[in-house]
C-alpha cells in the first residue's frame, strides 16, 4: 500500500515562532494532497488543498497567510505556522490520494506555549 | 452546502455487544469509504463501498451502501476492546473525486 510520511510527530514551539510540518509520499507521486487540523475527540476539519506546482486552495475561514502550503514536488507538501499562537495547538494531518482511498501521515502534535 | 451527517457523536458498550455507526449524505456518492483512526493515531482505510446496495464484510465488521447511495452503516459484532476508535465515513465531493468529504466520526469505548 501507498505510505504518507509526516514529520515531526510532536513539536513545542513559543508564541511567535513559526513552525514547518512536512508531508511526503514515499511510494507513489501526489500531485495534490490535504492539510487537516483536527482538535480533541473531534472530526478532522479540512484546511487547505496542496497543489504541485500550484498555490494552495484554502477553505472557508483559514488564514493563506498564516498556515502557509508548499507543494514544490510530487513527494512533498509543507505547512508552515507562522506566528504561531496557542490557539495554534492542535493535531494537524496531511493525506494524499492514491487510488481513491486517502493516506494518511501520522500527524503532528503542535504545542505553543 | 454538500454535507455527510454521522450518527451517533460516541458510544460505549460492554465488550462483546454489537455497535453500529450510521452515514448519511446530503447528495448521491460515486462511493462511500470507512476509515478507523485509534486513539493517538492517523485515519486508517477500512473499505470503500460502490455499488447501490453492496454489503462488505471484515471478519466481524460489516459494511452498508444504502439502495440510493446516499447512506450507510458500520456493524461491528461482539465488539472487543481493539475496536477501541473513531471510525469516520467519507464520500468524494461532487465535482472533484479526489476531495474527500468527512462525517464528523462515532468515537467507540469498549468496556471490558
Known amino acids: 500500500g501507498a505510505v504518507v510520511s509526516q514529520h515531526p510527530s510532536w513539536v513545542i514551539c513559543k508564541s511567535g515562532t513559526s513552525v514547518k510540518i512536512e508531508c511526503r509520499s514515499l511510494?507513489?507521486?501526489?500531485?495534490?494532497m490535504f492539510w487537516y487540523r483536527q482538535f480533541p475527540k473531534q472530526s478532522l476539519m479540512l484546511m487547505a488543498t496542496?497543489?504541485?506546482?500550484?498555490?494552495?486552495?484554502?477553505e472557508q475561514g483559514v488564514e493563506k497567510d498564516k498556515f502557509l502550503i508548499n507543494h514544490a514536488s510530487l513527494t512533498l507538501s509543507t505547512l508552515t505556522v507562522t506566528s504561531a499562537h496557542p490557539e495554534d495547538s492542535s493535531f494537524y494531518i496531511c493525506s494524499a490520494p492514491w487510488t481513491g482511498r486517502a493516506f494518511f501521515g501520522q500527524g503532528t502534535r503542535l504545542t505553543v506555549v | 452546502g454538500q454535507q455527510v451527517m454521522q450518527i451517533p457523536q460516541y458510544q460505549h458498550v460492554q465488550e462483546g455487544e454489537d455497535f453500529t455507526t450510521y452515514c448519511n449524505s446530503s447528495t448521491t456518492l460515486s462511493n462511500i469509504q470507512w476509515y478507523k483512526q485509534r486513539p493517538g493515531g492517523h485515519p486508517v482505510f477500512l473499505i470503500q463501498l460502490v455499488k447501490s446496495g453492496e454489503v462488505k464484510k471484515q471478519k466481524r465488521l460489516t459494511f452498508q451502501f444504502g439502495e440510493a447511495k446516499k447512506n450507510s452503516s458500520l456493524h461491528i459484532t461482539a465488539t472487543q476492546t481493539t475496536d477501541v476508535g473513531t471510525y469516520f465515513c467519507?464520500?468524494?465531493?461532487?465535482?472533484?473525486?479526489?476531495?474527500?468529504?468527512w462525517g464528523l466520526g462515532t468515537s467507540l469505548g469498549v468496556n471490558p
Open positions: 467519507a464520500g468524494p465531493y461532487a465535482g472533484n473525486n479526489r476531495k474527500l468529504i
Open positions: 511510494d507513489f507521486q501526489a500531485t495534490t
Open positions: 496542496s497543489n504541485e506546482g500550484s498555490k494552495a486552495t484554502y
